[in-house]
């Protein structure tokens, strides 16, 4: 463009010069097409969005959907949104169609610009034919330009629009933040964690407390069981030992230092996790068990499932070890999916190990062989239990009872049958009479109360 601008004033700078508001006019009009169509685009973007997010709903949820007889309904939800992303992209294409010919319109005007002009200075003798034809090529290679810029316009306002909304997402500031001076875990780490008076809001204002004056200690090697009604704010107890979340008051301190003070990474090296919804990943069994150490031996890997009563069901599998998990796991039972979990958390040998609810998919049995295998290694690390069966917490050194976010007993077990209606309450609606001996493991496993 820059290049037959300049041949163009070269060749009869009067003319440039005439069609120069013409070359203007043609730039502000892409400019400004460029302005309207960028949320345009953005609103296609959304639209599309949303049409994605119904269709991998009704994906996921198929069985749900054909449980609940609502395939009429879903196609309902799916043709609407279809319906508004194909108004909105139809709406843009409206706006491009009527901009291609608005293009050769200014293309042809400046044609008849130069052929008009350039024949009235060519019968004074001031331009000769090929001029005239060069100037016309020249025009075209100014205009063919401009007319490619407004196909790119289309590109740059969808990416535009693409841009933003991911940028909604790179921009947010994570709520946990490394700290500005890192102080290093003790070497090596006891694994001593104390709740300094906790209160935890997950919106951070003061209404709608999740956790409030959580105050306890778990000494090294002990186990400490947490048991409470759903949304009493168990998970979000234990969220706050690997730093998942930041307490809102109080401290959360291991060895004595806080967890606010630690490298992160450092601290996370030192947690192993068994989540309440078991994650798996596409892969072998065993990439899966060593998810958190890859370089773990054979051996390693063996006793970690072992340990989690897994063992026996994976050499049942086709491939035993290696063979392949899908995606999410989808091949496997939530209790095997649970127990591979257990095996993963396990093979990291953490200093503080996080069970949550992490045997609900297992039958009694299978949880009382894991309880077992998990005694042993429990020894040498502080463990979080979270439970909702009472039998998986009968023999922690520690119970936490919470109520609405508070505690509202602790201690261990005879000691809670005899101090807390709360704890009773729950011991007699599981296992019997609250005030009986602890219930015999051939009474758990018949599921008769003692």
Same mark, same amino acid.
């Given at each position: ?59 996921? &949820?198929?069985?749900?959907?054909? #449980?609940?007889?609502? %395939?009429?309904? /879903?196609?309902?939800? *799916?043709? =609407?949104?279809?319906? @508004? ?113 906790? &209160?935890?809001?997950?919106?951070? #204002?003061?209404?709608? %407390?999740?956790? /409030?004056?959580?105050? *306890?200690? =778990?000494?090294?090697? @002990? ?119 257990? #095996? ?107």
């Amino acid at each position: 463009m820059v290049g037959s601008l300049i041949l163009m004033f070269n060749t009869h700078s009067g003319l440039a010069l005439a069609l120069l508001p013409l070359l203007l006019l043609t730039s502000l009009v892409i400019v400004l097409f460029s302005i309207k169509m960028e949320p345009l685009y953005r609103t296609v973007q959304k639209k599309l969005d949303r049409l994605n997010t119904v269709l991998q709903e009704n994906i996921a &949820g198929v069985r749900l959907v054909k #449980a609940f007889v609502r %395939a009429p309904y /879903e196609e309902e939800r *799916f043709a =609407a949104a279809n319906q @508004e992303f194909s108004d909105r992209t139809i709406q843009v294409t409206q706006y491009m169609s009527v901009m291609t010919p608005i293009l050769g319109l200014f293309v042809n005007v400046g044609m008849v610009i130069v052929i008009w002009l350039g024949g009235l200075q060519a019968i004074k003798g001031d331009l000769t034919d090929g001029q005239i034809i060069a100037f016309t090529n020249y025009l075209l290679t100014t205009m063919v330009p401009l007319t490619m810029m407004t196909m790119l316009s289309n590109v740059w306002a969808g990416g535009i629009a693409s841009m933003g909304r991911i940028d909604e997402v790179l921009e947010a500031t994570p709520e946990v933040q490394q700290p500005a001076i890192e102080i290093s875990p003790p070497e090596p780490l006891r694994g001593r964690v104390v709740f300094d008076h906790v &209160g935890f809001h997950y919106t951070g #204002a003061s209404d709608g %407390a999740v956790l /409030e004056n959580v105050d *306890f200690t =778990a000494e090294p090697g @002990e186990t400490v069981a947490i048991l409470g009604a759903t949304g009493a704010g168990k998970s979000s107890l234990i969220n706050l030992i690997p730093r998942f979340y930041d307490a809102t008051t109080g401290r959360v301190l291991i060895d004595g230092v806080d967890v606010r003070d630690l490298p992160q990474d450092g601290l996370l090296a030192e947690v192993g996790i068994v989540p309440q919804e078991t994650i798996l990943f596409s892969g072998s069994v065993r990439d899966n068990i060593a998810y958190g150490r890859p370089e773990a031996t054979e051996a390693e890997v063996i006793a970690a499932a072992k340990a989690a009563q897994a063992h026996d069901f994976i050499m049942k599998l086709p491939q035993g070890y290696a063979t392949h998990i899908e995606e999410r796991g989808v091949n496997l039972s939530g209790g095997q999916k649970q127990r591979v979990a257990i #095996a993963r958390a396990l093979l990291l040998r953490p200093k503080i190990l996080i069970l949550d609810d992490s045997t609900s998919a297992v039958d009694v049995e299978t949880e009382t062989k894991i309880q077992t295998a998990l005694d042993e290694l429990m020894r040498s690390r502080t463990t979080f239990v979270v439970a909702q069966r009472i039998s998986t917490v009968l023999n922690a050194d520690k119970i936490l009872v919470i109520d609405q976010g508070r505690i509202a007993a602790q201690g261990a077990h005879r000691e809670l049958l005899r101090s807390s209606p709360i704890y009773r309450e729950i011991y007699d609606s599981q296992l019997g009479n609250g005030y009986a001996e602890e219930p015999s493991l051939a009474g758990m496993l018949n599921g008769a109360p003692q």
